[in-house]
């Protein structure tokens, strides 16, 4: 489940929640919320101006908005220092002004003071974001009190208009625009996850990890319990856990232990977010690997420990993962209770069969091993391993008894079932297994082992869960000189698959 410096692109359906937040300043009368006394009245000229405001918002053609917003801008400019005693007030009829402004086609940027109606400087440019920025933080600053009125002000149009040109430019791969927008839209509001999952990605394309890393955390941060960012924070979250990892690697330490650290919390955090991820499999062993990685395998456990309690509650993938975690730290008993989970589950589990029989060896349980290689070799009959589990437990078999025709017998049947497993003419791995809803694929490698060309014709059949062929796949394989392999990826349409056999290959 690595990435590297993966592009992470925003998808369309993480643009729905983006909005503007409600104008509460301008909500109730006189443009004042209730907590937030801003007097919009005075002098009479503020008061004034609010019918140009209301002109500008109802126009119906270009001419007529920007006529009331060039007055307004001239009427601000004009002696500012008649507004003195009300900055607050003065700065919110600045801010209306100039967020109409901002959206307003053909403007962009910054146009030329006198091309909105200030009378000084007009040949000077306007930032209008820097502007707005400004009036915004004017207004706290006479009234700190306003400050969480003036923090949902600034998620306004202009707001909007900015972040979704990052977000749209970051996906065209743009990544100059992509961070100056997000940047201007930090500007207005820091308290959305979106610029900083965009500054994210223009930091990830550019392999600057640590960049990357910090403005995911922003994104997780930001993000909250918010339903509506939901889709945001995992990706982001998937992302940071991801890289968190791969700097730990590359570290030593004292440092790797710390990134191991934050990874393991993040890997943690991102399969509580997403428990029915098909990635979870491989999240639980990144969250391992991480957890070994800063020193604290003994927290290990805890991590498929739900499994073990509740393994209906999983797949037979998941369980099947986390018993190859359990068998890496040497917790035998709890790999051989998942396995079981996971046969129960899907009784042609074949990761699971197999991994069941090795446990049990691991165990010195040579005659459980019997069961689970019986069901390996039927549906994998030409698996090397699977044979070689009868010859491992032959062997262990011989070894433990004290009755001399059952040592022979248990060591005939070791010689049997290895010459077996060597004179197999062709050897199958399997690397890959993709069930979908309406289609399924298995990809098998064949490594030729007998002397002479091979050619082979190999069906594969798909089982659901009663073992009944709810789909086939035939495919011709070779011609095979001895030693060369070959990979061929069988695909059927059917539904309900959860396993597969394929006809012996002789």
């Not at 030329?112 to 009036?135: M, N």
């Not at 796949?473 to 309900?496: I, W, Y």
Request: hydrophobic share 45%; aromatic share 8%; with cysteine.
């Amino acid at each position: 489940m690595r990435l590297s410096f993966a592009r992470g692109i925003v998808a369309a359906g993480m643009l729905a929640g983006l909005s503007t937040a409600p104008n509460v300043l301008s909500a109730q009368p006189g443009g004042v919320a209730p907590a937030c006394p801003v007097d919009a009245n005075s002098p009479k000229e503020l008061a004034v101006m609010e019918l140009q405001v209301q002109r500008a918002r109802a126009a119906t053609t270009p001419e007529i908005r920007q006529s009331a917003l060039k007055a307004i801008m001239k009427e601000l400019d004009t002696k500012p220092e008649r507004f003195a005693k009300n900055p607050a007030g003065y700065n919110l009829r600045m801010g209306q002004a100039l967020t109409m402004w901002a959206i307003e086609p053909g403007v962009g940027n910054t146009p030329v003071r006198a091309s909105l109606g200030f009378v000084t400087s007009p040949t000077e440019s306007i930032d209008l974001v820097l502007k707005l920025d400004e009036a915004y933080k004017a207004i706290v600053a006479a009234l700190p009190v306003c400050e969480s009125d003036v923090k949902s002000l600034r998620q306004n149009e202009v707001w909007l208009a900015v972040t979704r040109k990052a977000l749209d430019a970051s996906n065209g791969g743009q990544l100059d625009s992509a961070e100056y927008y997000a940047r201007r839209s930090l500007l207005l509001s820091s308290d959305s996850p979106y610029p900083h999952y965009v500054l994210g990605n223009v930091a990830n394309q550019r392999k600057d990890r640590a960049a990357a890393m910090g403005h995911w955390k922003q994104v997780i941060s930001q993000s909250g319990a918010d339903t509506t960012h939901r889709e945001l924070r995992n990706g982001s979250l998937y992302l940071l856990s991801v890289n968190q990892l791969e700097a730990a690697e590359a570290a030593k330490g004292a440092e790797q232990q710390a990134l191991a650290k934050d990874a393991a919390a993040s890997f943690k955090a991102l399969l509580a977010a997403t428990p029915d991820s098909p990635d979870a499999p491989n999240i639980m062993t990144s969250w391992a690997d991480a957890l070994k990685m800063a020193g604290d395998s003994a927290s290990i456990p805890g991590i498929y420990a739900d499994l073990i309690a509740r393994p209906a509650g999983y797949s037979d993938v998941a369980l099947t993962m986390a018993s190859i975690i359990a068998t890496r730290i040497n917790k035998t008993d709890d790999a051989i209770a998942l396995n079981e989970a996971a046969i129960a589950r899907n009784p042609y589990a074949r990761d699971a069969l197999r991994n069941l029989a090795a446990n049990y060896y691991g165990k010195d349980q040579f005659l459980k091993m019997l069961p689970p290689s019986y069901t390996l070799v039927a549906i994998d009959p030409n698996n090397f391993d699977a044979w070689m589990m009868f010859a491992y437990a032959g062997q262990g078999i011989a070894k433990a008894t004290k009755v001399p025709a059952e040592k022979k017998a248990w060591t005939d049947s070791l010689v049997k079932y290895q010459t077996y497993a060597e004179a197999l003419p062709v050897r199958v791995e399997i690397t890959s297994f993709q069930r979908g809803a309406k289609e399924v694929s298995l990809t098998l490698q064949f490594e030729h082992q007998a002397a002479t060309d091979g050619n082979y014709t190999v069906t594969v059949e798909f089982l659901d869960a009663v073992g009944a062929v709810v789909g086939s796949a035939p495919s011709s394989v070779g011609p095979l000189k001895k030693g060369e392999t070959k990979s061929v990826v069988f695909t059927a349409a059917a539904t309900g698959v959860v396993g597969y056999r394929y006809k012996p290959v002789k």
